[in-house]
């Protein structure tokens, strides 16, 4: 790694060269894990970066989230308070509206993907002497991290619908957003790779999406479906991170056992209820299989 | 560097019998050229003559059908990564991210090549004080004008220090003036870095500044050497001559006189060996009326045009149909 100036020894204390100065000549080292590292670290900084500068990408984000919360949720209320044993449909739905809006923000994080080639930029990422699986993982760390910063803003909002502000509770919550933000986003840009325009990207994320959402449970409890019904929920990747963040919930709120029974009566499989720590694993096996699966797809791309 | 022993350095591109197909369509047919170190090569053709696709498999970005190519001593199939830790580019399209500041983004190139972190900043100014950026290193790159992305693009290109600098028409769609100054900073890097420069361009007043270039028509090179050889090579001065019946005038060009007389951008045109003493012959014993006339010395668009039959800018509409076609196999191909 021998990195020279003109002049040596003159390069430290110096004034920076201007353009007149003696030519600051670097040395791109060969490929290493480190180098792989730093690839990683850059692309998902340039994630934050842009999250952070897009501010009406935060507001728009929220704009959903709280449309189902206050709006359907408190409009529902009035007809379904005979089901709920009592319990705000508020708070029975924030659960699932919590891992819509990591959803939907994982996926427009993955949409990126479509810009970048729309306006060149993942030409540039293509030609670095990385690997493509480097650009892969950062990107899906990145819109891991932005998709968990929109989560645990609306987290915030747990006292309005009267989930308490419990320190494991909120941990809890938060480890399964993060599972959640990183499947989803594998799963975004495992699309994202094969598709060539913005308009395909959204029309395909609106027919995915917005099914995943309805069949997950976000808004119902998972019990006494009918069958075809309960088949599509148990093979839907959300159901497996509403279930334990509801029961999370649940366990911190003071109610009535029937009440918890009806709203919170776990995710089964042919008669077991699976375990929450067994439902994150389902989460972040899907997650690893679809970067996989992305690493796959994007390496293979010229 | 190390591999120049006795100041005889190898050649920092050697190309043979490089080919490329898209399905039907042969882009690239059979390319033979080597590039000495620290020259600026200049790839001259029309639209659609092959000229990005033989760049886009120097850079490793396209793999040759066959033939092979080797870029800073490096196989650009068997050893890609080596070729890629050695070159810079700037391609035609903008690769900059919009959404960063300039030196964001070149942070970024930065990172993603391993540059050594104490040198990214002053390499960073060194760079962005060339292309004139320096002051407006923090500004978003979405508010750049089209002359600043590519000035941008080339010293971000630079920031590896790369051996070969690829520039795929750095000047297409810029005012004169900032292709001129584009000029400036090329000339400039030659002068300041050991680097080599390969580029491709479609305008003939851009090849002249080159030391070498290579006329490329249809997939194939059919002329290389220096601007000036290649303009004495043609030995005649060009004339032309607007008359109200082309036809009969090449009839009687070639009659009275045994010349082979072509249209080329609307006017009749020809080479005699001493244009200015021609014209008064011309007009005593051409037989047809002569609105206008003019004679120019021999420049790159008549070397062009003597080894193609056609202008750049004729040739350039031909060549439009031919990369339709291409797109579409490019497309139906991938998916």
């Known amino acids: ?302 | 560097m190390s591999e120049s022993p006795n100041g005889s350095t190898a050649p920092a591109i050697v190309v043979r019998q490089l080919d490329k197909r898209f399905g039907e369509v042969h882009a690239v047919r059979g390319v033979d050229f080597e590039v000495a170190t620290g020259e600026v090569f200049g790839f001259l053709g029309p639209n659609g003559a092959g000229k990005t696709t033989t760049i886009n498999m120097l850079c490793t970005l396209a793999k040759p059908t066959s033939g092979t190519a080797s870029v800073a001593g490096h196989d650009v199939v068997s050893e890609r990564d080596d070729v890629r830790r050695n070159i810079g580019l700037v391609f035609q399209d903008p690769t900059l991210d919009g959404y960063l500041t300039a030196a964001q983004n070149l942070k970024l190139h930065a990172e993603l090549y391993g540059v050594q972190s104490d040198l990214v900043q002053p390499r960073m100014q060194q760079v962005m004080t060339m292309v004139g950026l320096w002051d407006r290193k923090d500004t978003e790159v979405a508010t750049f004008s089209g002359g600043m992305r590519r000035r941008l693009e080339i010293a971000r290109g630079l920031m590896h220090s790369p051996r070969v600098l690829f520039l795929d028409e750095p000047t297409i769609g810029l005012d004169p003036q900032t292709r001129r100054s584009i000029w400036t900073y090329i000339r400039e890097l030659k002068e300041r870095e050991e680097i080599t420069i390969f580029m491709t361009t479609h305008y003939m007043d851009e090849a002249e500044w080159c030391d070498r270039i290579a006329i490329m028509d249809h997939g194939q090179i059919v002329a290389l050497d220096s601007p000036e050889a290649l303009k004495a090579q043609i030995g005649k001065d060009r004339v032309s001559i607007h008359t109200d019946d082309d036809d009969a005038a090449i009839a009687a060009l070639r009659d009275r006189f045994g010349l082979d007389a072509r249209v080329a951008e609307g006017a009749v045109t020809f080479g005699v060996p001493a244009g200015e003493e021609f014209v008064p012959r011309l007009f005593a014993e051409l037989g047809i009326p002569i609105k206008a006339v003019s004679v120019s010395r021999p420049t790159l668009d008549d070397v062009f045009m003597s080894y193609t039959g056609t202008t750049i800018r004729d040739a350039e509409e031909d060549s439009s149909k031919l990369r339709n076609r291409v797109m579409a196999q490019m497309m139906g191909g991938r998916r």
């Not at chain 1, 959903?64 to 709920?84: E, I, K, Y």
């Not at chain 1, 990422?125 to 991290?145: F, H, Q, T, W, Y």
């Not at chain 1, 809890?172 to 599972?179: D, E, S």
């Open chain 1, 1 to 302: 790694m021998s990195t020279t100036t003109d002049r040596p020894g003159s390069a430290g204390a110096a004034a920076p060269p201007g353009p007149h100065g003696p030519v600051v000549r670097v040395h791109v080292p060969k490929r290493s894990f480190n180098s792989e590292l730093r690839a990683i670290k850059i692309v998902w900084r340039r994630e934050l970066i842009r999250y952070k500068s897009d501010r009406l990408r935060m507001v728009t984000t929220l704009v959903q989230p709280l449309l189902f919360l206050f709006v359907l949720g408190s409009g529902l209320q009035r007809l379904s308070s005979a089901g709920t044993h009592g319990v705000n449909l508020k708070t029975f739905i924030y659960p699932g509206i919590l891992c819509i809006s990591v959803m939907f923000t994982a996926m427009f994080s993955a949409a990126s993907i479509v810009w970048d080639r729309e306006f060149g930029f993942l030409r540039e990422m293509m030609v670095a002497p990385v690997r493509r699986s480097s650009i892969v993982i950062g990107k899906c760390l990145g819109g891991a991290s932005v998709a968990c910063i929109q989560g645990v803003i609306v987290l915030c909002l747990a006292g309005l619908v009267h989930v308490p502000y419990a320190p494991l509770l909120l941990l809890g919550i938060f480890g399964l957003q993060l599972l959640l933000a990183f499947t989803i986003t594998a799963f975004g840009v495992m699309i994202a790779i094969r598709i060539k325009q913005m308009q395909s990207f959204m029309g395909v994320m609106q027919m995915i999406v917005m099914p995943m959402f309805f069949i997950s449970g976000a808004l119902f409890p998972a019990s006494g479906l009918p069958g075809w019904l309960t088949v599509l929920n148990r093979l839907d990747p959300l159901t497996y991170a509403v279930d334990p963040m509801r029961r999370l919930v649940f366990d911190h709120l003071t109610i009535s056992p029937a009440a918890k029974a009806a709203l919170d009566p776990g995710v089964t499989w042919w008669g077991w209820r699976v375990p929450g720590l067994l439902e994150a694993g389902v989460i972040l096996a899907l997650g690893l299989v679809m970067l996989s699966i992305a690493i796959w797809e994007f390496s293979s791309t010229e």
